[in-house]
């Protein structure tokens, strides 16, 4: 069994490489009065230069010993939402968050002074008598069971020398101690001892530490939670409150006990705490809010700054999530795909005048899957991707109250358009068709886009060309790579929800793209600002194009295929839906939030039918419901404000639109081919 003296002052060591003592009960207390001998003339050399030749050899060495610059230790990075909340901790081995002595409790200080060196605030860099005690503890147990070392050496020992075993390391630990406490003051050395010394867990430092076992802030430890750090320091595996509560109730016992001895605390309040059991907070907590979104930051703060610098350089990431927002997008997709076996949501809301990401949903639970469905699934937009065809028409002169035919279904042979037979994979003319084969009749384009008419919009693609559509998205913030294809109008491009929101956000803007982000501002461990967001975006679009289109968009709402998304103010959006029911999309905006949501199973393209009593899933359905909930909520304490008045009258009535203008060339009747994009 081990004797208290084991518990109270064993070690463990810091770094590796350490060196054994000498073997053999003599030989380890023939080790212990040496190195106290040369604790001896390290310490008295500065003063008695005349005691002889050994006396000058220890001055020498005194004198040689240089204090080294404190080695840039890792420091834990914090990130924020948009409103100061503490969202999560970033780090990597070593979890360290230095803070101010003022920060730390005096009931801290006390038990850490009480368990470790009980005359620290009286001695030097070294205590003598603690050296002399335990030379005679280890003389009489026939080996080393007690150490001499001050705070101040341990700090040392921490952060300059590390723990080997040689007679030259704790020589240069006892002098670099001694200069050390000329250097700083008490006060000054307890601090950075208080930051630095290792707790267990990875944690380094009395900030780090409570947050982990107690999950509070060091200012705001208990006595008890104060003594049970305290006694962890003495042997961190051994005193660990989460594995070991019983061994360290014990060793926190002890601390109360000093710190009674010590005239800390009272006695009977030490008697009357000690019977309380070792608490702590630790477990695997609740779920992180926003784990996708944070995902999102921590791979963005990678690219910018490094992953050294992100996990280790302190920096403290006001992001742009609000948490408000997140919940209200968190709890709209599990109303409407709360059971077991249903697709999943992706979510993505942005301020249209900045890019920052307020909300963001990719996928049910990031401990599980690791997937971010919001910036990594490419996935079929469907009809929803018609908005960018519609602004590179408007832009060629097309005007909304231009007229269009949308016989049922279209086969259009131009080469330009050409597809792989689904059976014979030889290329062949594009077959369109409309929503559930429903012919369409004769309209303006506008109506075309409320009622999302595939085959006009595949004619409007086909007279501008398909490189123009790409080019366009490319334009309005999409990333993911677009083939200039014919088909590229009715959404058969994959494409992120990310690209999608950013893109419809520069239509909320009037033409102004802005980037999304997910920062809003960084600082360093100093407070001093490192990056910010840039609130300043780029024109891609003439205002009144932009504004032409939101007017059409409106009508997706008001009349057409997004009737389900009203939330009873203006507001702009578009439906989608892929082959088969795949993938199904709702993307709307008013001007102060443009979101974009997506529903799909993450396996890949499976259909979705009979899905919370829908039998085809489609975009006006369970994503038009999941964007009107967030909406609504998102938007309760915003006031109503109405989009730019637009004339659907400007531009040229384009020929190629016009009834009874020029025929496409290539555009013909022909048997539909199900292409479900409403």
Same mark, same amino acid.
Do not use: C, W
């Given at each position: 069994m081990k004797t208290m003296a084991s518990r109270i002052y064993a070690r463990e060591p810091f770094v590796r490489g350490r060196r054994r003592p000498p073997a053999g009960p003599l030989a380890r207390a023939l080790f212990a009065l040496g190195l106290a001998s040369l604790f001896l003339a390290a310490s008295l050399a500065p003063t008695f230069l005349a005691l002889g030749r050994g006396a000058r050899v220890a001055n020498e060495v005194f004198n040689r010993t240089r204090v080294p610059p404190a080695p840039k230790l890792p420091r834990t990075s914090f990130l924020y939402d948009r409103h100061g909340h503490l969202l999560m901790a970033l780090h990597g081995a070593e979890d360290r968050t230095p803070i101010p002595l003022r920060q730390m409790p005096r009931i801290l200080r006390d038990a850490v002074i009480a368990a470790e060196d009980a005359n620290y605030y009286t001695e030097g860099g070294i205590s003598w008598r603690a050296i002399l005690r335990a030379l005679l503890v280890n003389l009489r147990?026939?080996? =080393?069971?007690?150490?001499?070392?001050?705070?101040?050496?341990q700090y040392v020992k921490d952060v300059y020398t590390g723990n080997q075993r040689t007679v030259a390391r704790k020589v240069r630990e006892a002098i670099i101690a001694l200069k050390l406490s000329r250097i700083y003051t008490k006060d000054q050395i307890l601090q950075k001892y208080l930051n630095e010394v290792y707790l267990g867990h990875g944690t380094y430092g009395v900030e780090a530490a409570a947050r982990k076992y107690? %999950? =509070? !802030?060091?200012?705001d430890l208990t006595l008890l939670q104060s003594a049970t750090l305290a006694g962890i320091i003495a042997a961190p595996s051994q005193f660990d409150p989460i594995s070991n509560p019983g061994d360290a109730k014990g060793r926190r016992n002890y601390v109360?006990?000093? &710190?009674?001895?010590? %005239?800390?605390?009272?006695? !009977?309040?030490?008697?009357?705490? /000690?019977?309380?059991? =070792?608490?702590?907070?630790?477990?695997? +907590?609740?779920?992180?809010?926003a784990q996708y979104f944070l995902s999102y930051v921590r791979k963005a703060l990678e690219q910018r700054y490094g992953t050294k610098r992100t996990f280790e350089g302190g920096l403290r990431v006001t992001t742009s999530l609000d948490l408000r927002l997140q919940r209200a997008a968190r709890v709209a997709t599990d109303t409407h795909l709360g059971t077991k076996g249903d697709p999943s949501a992706a979510l993505v809301a942005i301020d249209p005048h900045t890019g920052e990401v307020l909300a963001m949903v990719g996928g049910r639970n990031q401990r599980k899957v690791k997937f971010n469905?919001?910036?990594q699934a490419h996935r079929q937009a469907g009809s929803a991707f018609k908005a960018f065809t519609l602004a590179a028409a408007i832009?060629? @002169?097309? /005007?909304?109250q231009s007229r269009w035919n949308g016989p049922p279904s279209l086969t259009i042979s131009d080469p330009r358009c050409f597809t792989p037979d689904p059976v014979t994979k030889i290329p062949g003319p594009w077959n369109v068709s409309n929503y559930a084969d429903e /012919?369409? +009749?004769? &309209?303006?384009l506008a109506d075309a886009t409320a009622n999302s008419v595939n085959t006009i919009f595949s004619q409007v693609a086909l007279s501008i060309g398909p490189d123009t559509v790409a080019q366009m998205a490319h334009r309005m913030g999409v990333r993911s790579k677009l083939d200039p294809v014919c088909s590229i109008t009715l959404g058969t491009q994959p494409i992120t929800p990310l690209d999608m929101a950013t893109g419809y956000s520069t239509l909320?803007? +009037? @033409?102004?793209?802005? &980037?999304?982000?997910?920062?809003? $501002?960084?600082?360093?461990?100093?407070?001093?600002?490192? !990056?910010?967001? !840039?609130?300043? @975006?780029?024109? =891609? $679009?003439d205002p009144n194009v932009a504004d032409l289109?939101?007017?059409? $968009?409106? @009508?997706?709402?008001?009349?057409?295929? %997004?009737t389900a998304a009203n939330i009873g103010r203006p507001a702009a959006g578009k439906t989608g839906t892929a082959q088969d029911f795949h993938d199904a999309w709702f993307c709307g905006y008013v001007p102060q939030l443009i979101t974009c949501v997506w529903v799909g199973y993450p396996q890949g393209e499976i259909g979705m039918y009979n899905v919370e009593g829908f039998p085809d899933v489609f975009g006006g359905s369970i994503p038009a419901l999941i964007w009107h909930d967030f909406m609504a909520k998102a938007l309760a304490r915003k006031p109503v404000e109405s989009f730019p008045t637009a004339d659907p009258s400007v531009g040229d009535t384009h020929p190629l639109g016009s009834i009874g203008g020029p025929r496409l060339p290539g555009v013909g009747r022909g048997a539909p081919v199900p292409t479900p994009t409403p």
């Open positions: 147990a026939h080996r =080393v069971v007690q150490g001499g070392s001050t705070i101040t050496q107690f %999950g =509070v !802030d060091a200012r109360l006990r000093r &710190m009674a001895h010590l %005239g800390f605390i009272t006695k !009977d309040r030490a008697r009357g705490l /000690s019977a309380r059991p =070792v608490k702590t907070s630790f477990e695997q +907590g609740p779920p992180i809010p469905l919001a910036t832009e060629r @002169g097309i /005007s909304l /012919s369409a +009749g004769t &309209m303006s909320a803007a +009037g @033409g102004v793209r802005h &980037m999304p982000t997910g920062v809003v $501002l960084v600082k360093n461990f100093s407070n001093k600002v490192v !990056d910010r967001t !840039d609130p300043h @975006g780029k024109r =891609v $679009l289109v939101t007017y059409a $968009l409106q @009508g997706v709402i008001q009349h057409g295929t %997004g």
